[in-house]
C-alpha cells in the first residue's frame, strides 16, 4: 500500500508571489509548463515544484495532451483563504468607521 499524497495547506500555497502570479497566469487559461516558465526568470524545474505545491493544495490540476502537460486553475479551495478573511471583515469595518468618527470630530475650540 503506498503512502496518501501529502496535501498542501492553501494558504501555504498562497504565501509564494511565484505561486500567486502563477495562479493568475492560469486563470486567464490553461497552460503548459513550458509557457508558464516563460513568465518567469525561474527554471522549468523550480516552476514545476511550484506546480505541484498548489497542486497539492487543490488550486490547480493538470492533464496530458500529447506530450506535455497543461495547467488549469481550479479556485474552489480558495473558499477556505476568503471564508478566513471574512471573518476578520467586521474587524477591519469596526476599526475604519471609529477611524472615520476620529477624523470628522471637530477639535473643541478652547
Known amino acids: 500500500m503506498s503512502a496518501p499524497a501529502l496535501k498542501h495547506d ?4 498562497v504565501a509564494d ?3 500567486r ?6 486563470a ?3 497552460m503548459p509548463i513550458v509557457a508558464l516558465s516563460e ?3 525561474l527554471s ?3 516552476i514545476n515544484k511550484h506546480l505541484h505545491i498548489l497542486s497539492g493544495a487543490g488550486l490547480v490540476s493538470s492533464r496530458r ?15 477556505e483563504l476568503r471564508d478566513w478573511l ?10 475604519l468607521s471609529l477611524l472615520k468618527e476620529f477624523v470628522e470630530v471637530k477639535p473643541d475650540p478652547q
Open 10 to 13: 492553501v494558504f501555504q500555497a
Open 39 to 41: 513568465n518567469f526568470p
Open 28 to 30: 486567464h487559461q490553461e
Open 86 to 95: 471574512d471573518f476578520f471583515e467586521t474587524y477591519w469595518d469596526d476599526r
Open 65 to 79: 495532451v500529447g506530450r506535455e502537460t497543461r495547467y488549469r486553475f481550479q479556485p474552489e479551495p480558495l473558499t
Open 44 to 46: 522549468r524545474t523550480a
Open 17 to 19: 508571489p511565484t505561486r
Open 21 to 26: 502570479s502563477l495562479l493568475k497566469l492560469l
